[in-house]
């Protein structure tokens, strides 16, 4: 048993760099930068920060009530609307922020409430959760509202050696619509796709490799064995001390 565990931590501690190297046929080049993928749409239950501004500071300050449009923020309620001071119901569900600003200058200038308005619109729970196979799984706050995987799973400890490089599962919900992706992290196409940024609530999952799951057994089947055999040279020691 002994001489199996030290086999398969052998063959861990042998595994060729073609499965644990990153970006392994990259060439020097120019990657685009995919602006479709920072700038997502919002969805429902999204927590948005709302400030309107003007040269009239007096003004503005009506569509600014409290504290509510800088730290609570506003949700993006079932509807798909957010609920403003001064406009009602806006839809929010769907749009990008370019869009939505857009939308709410129309509106103020269409109501004749304010003269050249500026509106700000930023994420207030913009997270990504990384699980399995890293060094610290959890979930990661994004104040900048920008973020690659590679960034994400450096923050999250980077992958141990047990994680599949070639298989790291995405897991995306837009408009109602949950949507897998595997991603082969050892390919440098990786760096030109769709998937280079992450967007907000997106969830990627690292799975473990067969080595992993192989010595996670014979430790199953290991350790109770030890503590047997251990009882059994106490209880042996015991009787012949007596």
């Not at 930068?33 to 003007?54: M, R």
């Not at 990661?140 to 141990?160: H, R």
Request: charged fraction near 20%.
């Amino acid at each position: 048993m002994f001489i199996s565990l030290v086999c398969l931590l052998f063959c861990a501690s042998c595994t060729t760099t073609n499965k644990i190297a990153y970006f392994q046929n990259a060439q020097d080049t120019a990657y685009k930068k995919t602006l479709t993928s920072i700038d997502a749409p919002f969805q429902k239950n999204d927590i948005l920060t709302i400030l309107i501004s003007s040269a009239n500071a007096a003004a503005s300050a009506d569509f600014n009530k409290g504290d509510v449009a800088a730290n609570k923020g506003y949700l993006i309620n079932n509807d798909g609307n957010v609920e403003l001071p001064m406009l009602g119901d806006v839809k929010a569900a769907g749009l990008t922020k370019k869009q939505l600003k857009d939308n709410i200058t129309s509106m103020i200038l269409q109501k004749k409430l304010l003269v050249d308005p500026l509106v700000e619109i930023r994420y207030l729970n913009f997270e990504i959760t990384v699980l399995g196979e890293v060094g610290r799984p959890g979930v990661i706050n994004v104040p900048s509202e920008q973020i690659t995987l590679v960034k994400a799973l450096s923050i999250a400890g980077d992958l141990t050696i047990y994680g599949r490089r070639e298989n790291v599962l995405l897991i995306r919900e837009e408009g109602g619509v949950r949507r897998t992706r595997h991603i082969d992290l050892t390919r440098s196409d990786f760096l030109n796709s769709d998937y280079y940024y992450l967007k907000p609530n997106d969830l990627v999952y690292v799975e473990p490799n067969r080595t992993k799951i192989a010595v996670s057994g014979r430790s199953q089947q290991t350790i109770p064995l030890i503590f047997s055999s251990l009882t059994i040279l106490f209880f042996v020691f015991d009787k012949v001390i007596k």
